[in-house]
């Protein structure tokens, strides 16, 4: 695949992948957890500091081995095939297509509301819009890497006019004397060990994204210095939107009614922007679709270096003739995503997607930790300092053992026996590399070459 990517489309990768519609309906989700006004704002905070520190641990990671495919290449380095594989078969079976799935719904949601008025959109509406926009991502992606970036810049762009209106509308409040939301800020704050790792997981669900970029290094135009620069950007960009976001709510709500808003960022509109409050939902959408084009685009680099090294069928790695994009990785992306929207719940997409992941962030940093000491050999454009990742891999591992350890639920128990449920695959497909196996893959793979007019992608060292 060629390298396309620049600056700006990295940065705009970024933002635009992390601003989705996370900061329109998280902010509910962290203050139910956290308890009050002045908690919520400092877990905010803490999810921006937090999002930095890993960025610049995968900024170190991602100018260390030049790879596409984010965590994948590094725990290959540093922990062997193995890990490599676990990671790539829970991300690409579970947490890429589930998270492409729970943007589309909420995007789905905030589109089809202004045509029910006074009530839910049907549930069959809301799944057959967010199939539809599932559908139009993968085919945009599959056309040209070219048209994705225009698409993803696009829409970042209107995404922080939306956020710029929200917070504009909220400091004239705070001028005009609105601060009795801030008074006894800290009052009925909550204490649970359990319930402000939940908290954490919500407002970090609405921060991820702040590791896109190393899932397309290979076609960064010049990875060494657009990488670290993109992060060192983009990510505080976001932090300081979130922060003044929230606070803009909080001059309009009292905790009680943002809690009970079936929408917060819509209730913001009608409230401050009537008559044209339309312009909220609106501009919703268009963030919500920005985002899941920039995780169907990185979800298929994943895909298509997991299949490159043989932990997926060899179709996947394969690249368009004419269009050279990943087109069978980022098909198959999407017809995951389609299944995960059937049943779909998210909030438990959301609680087990955050569980799962952060195990793989905290391994990461681990990776990061383990190469200073078995691969002091290779060059580090970036060096961050040790403590760094070890700070990230404590707090990944609160993250992973709070909610646990505060209220156990069996979707813990069926997200780790998922992961390590890949072993019975790799044992004869990947290990053993069983003749049966490639006897049956090489008409299936000749006819789907010919079908979608793909071949190999050539060899990279």
């Known amino acids: 695949m ?12 970024i933002v635009g992948t992390m601003i989705g519609s996370g900061i329109f309906i998280s902010p509910k ?8 006004v002045g908690p919520c704002l400092l877990i905010w905070t803490a999810c921006g500091v937090l999002s930095t520190l890993g960025a610049l641990c995968y900024a170190e990671l991602g100018t260390m081995i030049t790879k596409s495919g984010g965590e994948y290449p590094y725990f290959m380095e540093a922990f062997g095939s193995i890990v490599a594989y676990l990671y790539s078969w829970t991300t690409i079976m579970v947490l890429k297509p589930s998270s492409f799935a729970i943007i589309t719904l909420s995007f789905a ?8 008025p006074g009530c839910s959109p049907p549930l069959i509406v809301t799944k057959c819009l967010a199939a539809a926009a599932i559908l139009i991502i993968t085919s945009i992606n599959c056309l040209s890497v070219k048209l994705a970036s225009y698409v993803q810049n696009f829409f970042t762009a209107a995404k922080l006019v939306i956020i710029l209106v929200i917070v504009g509308a909220g400091i004239v409040l705070l001028a005009q004397g609105k601060t009795e939301n801030f008074s006894n800020a800290f009052d009925g704050t909550a204490t649970s060990f359990g319930a402000i790792g939940l908290a954490f997981y919500n407002g970090l669900w609405a921060y991820d994204g702040w590791n896109q970029l190393n899932f397309i290094t290979e076609e960064l135009k010049d990875p060494f210095r657009d990488l670290p620069l993109a992060i060192v950007i983009g990510i505080p960009l976001v932090t300081v939107c979130y922060i003044l976001v929230n606070v803009a709510y909080f001059t309009v709500m009292t905790t009680t009614e943002l809690l009970l808003s079936p929408a917060v960022a819509v209730t913001f509109g009608d409230r401050v922007l009537y008559p044209a409050s339309w312009i909220v939902p609106l501009f919703v959408v268009f963030s919500t679709f920005g985002s899941a084009n920039g995780s169907c685009f990185t979800a298929g680099r994943l895909v298509y270096a997991s299949g490159r090294e043989g932990h997926m069928v060899k179709i996947l790695s394969y690249i ?6 990943p087109a069978p990785a980022l098909i198959f992306n999407g017809v995951l995503a389609i299944f995960y929207i059937i049943p779909a719940d998210i909030n438990t997409l959301i609680n087990y997607f955050s569980f799962a992941q952060w195990f793989f962030y905290g391994l990461a940093a681990l990776a990061l930790i383990v190469m200073r000491f078995t691969r002091k050999d290779l060059d580090r454009p970036v060096k961050i300092p040790v403590v760094l990742a070890g700070i990230m891999v404590l707090v990944s591992c609160y993250l992973v053992l709070a909610p646990i350890i505060d209220q156990p639920e069996l979707e813990y128990l069926y997200c780790t026996i998922f992961i390590f449920s890949g072993l019975i695959l790799y044992y004869p497909f990947v ?8 006897k049956i893959m090489r008409p ?18």
């Open 2 to 13: 060629h390298a396309r990517v620049g600056l700006l489309s990295g940065i705009c990768l």
């Open 29 to 36: 989700s962290v203050l139910l957890y956290s308890g009050a």
């Open 109 to 116: 949601e905030y589109a089809s509301t202004p045509f029910y």
């Open 320 to 325: 368009n003739v004419k269009c050279y994009t």
């Open 431 to 438: 290990y053993r590399k069983v003749n049966w196996g490639r």
């Open 444 to 461: 299936i793979t000749m006819h789907l070459q010919l079908l979608m007019d793909v071949a190999p992608p050539e060899k990279t060292e």
